[in-house]
């Protein structure tokens, strides 16, 4: 691998001592967030979100209030209103591709006609070619082996293509979103074909676009070296993007969209901050900590498709004596939804006819057994009863590897839906809110004298 890193000049001896510095002067008492009733990670003490804002683009429903208690049901996920559920038994019953017509339902908040449709995959696939030159002087040069972080760079440097990329007008913002929305694919693509020359030492495949396809067929066919899938892959996928679209204002990467939008920033730099964020293991990037886990299972377990056996496992991985050490099983629990995760049960089923025949059925048990057994376990090593339910990246893992989808993309997947509806999201903070966001923090700082240079210690 041809690759040329910064060495930085800062020693480690030098880095250390900097270090201790910090120490000293940054760690604050868990005590004073109780004393003066700071609501850490903006939660409050039952768990449940501060509210922060409204929106008529996306619910997300996993429990209810009763007399003060959270009381547990059924998950509800609902763009402008849907239920998730009917959109995706409404496109598998026409048998047709659904992604676009979430980006609409999202962007314009109400279902397309057939015409309006039409009209949005025409210009997503007009939109889909990035600007000339631009995959080879931003992409392939200086290749990055996170293809989130390329992404991230990608989207700051269209920025430097667009002739009017301040202005905050809807109509621009729109056309920006609309453009973002159809790129993303092609840059996670590029991104992911420049790592595997520079770092894997593979042949780098760099397909032309075919407007005549949907969103999920335009990555199967670019990321696949022969440019072949079947329709059930591709549907397989376009589920997985309609489920990945939106999750509400609260999550970490659309807040962080709309914290920036709220400043009057430009577009490329609102949708930047959505993909770091995004990028963070304890959010889109948890789907990589679930399939680490599935790997470790199924090679310590004799049989990981009986359920003692597995059983007898998570119970070493709550200890802390299997796994990363920290005691979670990834893929289960959320912060909203208690019974279930809707998305998580359409993955399940949906996956299920295609993972048993490309050969994954014990995966895909042993899964349903970590989902079974989990909540029991729980409640035994932790002597609390909790109502648990798998979440959607307990199943998304698996079915990209039964679509061939490398590790390397599972989170930019994740990014490629989500920019819809960080773009929705940031429409409507312009549209509706007008106020920038700007929390309090409470300094807990003593005072201090200045002291001359000379007499300090």
Not at 136 to 153: F, G, L, Q, T
């Amino acid at each position: 691998m041809n690759q040329n890193y910064y060495i930085s000049p800062i020693s480690m001896d030098a880095l250390s001592s900097l270090c201790n510095e910090l120490d000293k002067n940054n760690s604050i008492d868990p005590k004073n967030y109780e004393k003066y009733h700071v609501k850490r990670g903006l939660r409050n003490s039952d768990g449940t979100g501060v509210m922060a804002g409204l929106t008529r683009v996306c619910s997300v429903e996993g429990y209810y209030i009763l007399d003060g208690e959270r009381i547990p049901k059924a998950g509800k996920l609902s763009y402008r209103g849907y239920d998730i559920n009917d959109i995706v038994d409404g496109v598998i019953k026409d048998d047709r591709f659904g992604f676009e017509e979430v980006v609409w339902l999202l962007l314009f908040g109400d279902l397309p006609t057939e015409s309006q449709l039409l009209g949005l995959r025409e210009v997503l696939a007009e939109c889909r070619e990035l600007p000339d030159a631009f995959i080879e002087d931003m992409i392939m040069k200086h290749a990055s082996k996170d293809i989130m972080n390329k992404m991230a760079r990608s989207v700051m440097c269209l920025y430097s293509f667009d002739e009017n990329p301040d202005d905050i007008s809807i109509p621009n913002v729109l056309r920006q979103s609309l453009q973002l929305i159809a790129q993303m694919p092609t840059i996670m693509n590029s991104a992911y074909q420049v790592k595997r020359r520079n770092y894997y030492n593979k042949t780098m495949f760099l397909h032309p676009i075919k407007k005549e396809h949907s969103t999920a067929e335009c990555i199967l066919y670019q990321l696949r070296n022969d440019k072949k899938y079947s329709h059930d892959e591709a549907r397989l996928l376009d589920i997985c993007l309609m489920l990945h679209a939106d999750h509400g204002g609260g999550n970490n990467s659309t807040f962080a969209t709309r914290v920036l939008t709220s400043s009057g920033t430009d577009s490329y730099s609102a949708i930047t901050a959505g993909l770091g964020s995004l990028k963070g293991p304890r959010h889109g990037g948890a789907n990589l900590r679930v399939a680490a886990q599935m790997r470790e299972i199924m090679e310590k377990v004799a049989d990981p498709t009986d359920k003692e056996q597995v059983k007898d496992y998570l119970v070493k991985i709550m200890k802390g004596e299997a796994g990363d050490g920290s005691g979670l099983v990834y893929g289960m629990g959320h912060a909203v939804y208690t019974i279930s995760d809707p998305r998580a049960v359409i993955l399940k089923n949906s996956a299920r006819k295609l993972a048993y025949e490309k050969g994954y059925e014990k995966e895909f048990k042993t899964l349903e057994n970590i989902e079974l057994l989990t909540p029991e376990v729980f409640a035994e090593v932790k002597g609390v009863e909790k109502t648990m339910c798998a979440n959607v990246d307990l199943y998304s893992g698996l079915v990209y590897k039964v679509l061939g989808i490398p590790e390397d993309l599972y989170t930019p997947l994740f990014a490629v839906a989500r920019v819809a509806g960080w773009c929705a999201h940031r429409l409507e903070e312009l549209t509706s809110n007008g106020k920038i966001m700007r929390p309090a923090y409470k300094s807990v700082s003593r005072n201090k004298q200045f002291m001359d240079i000379s007499v300090r210690e």
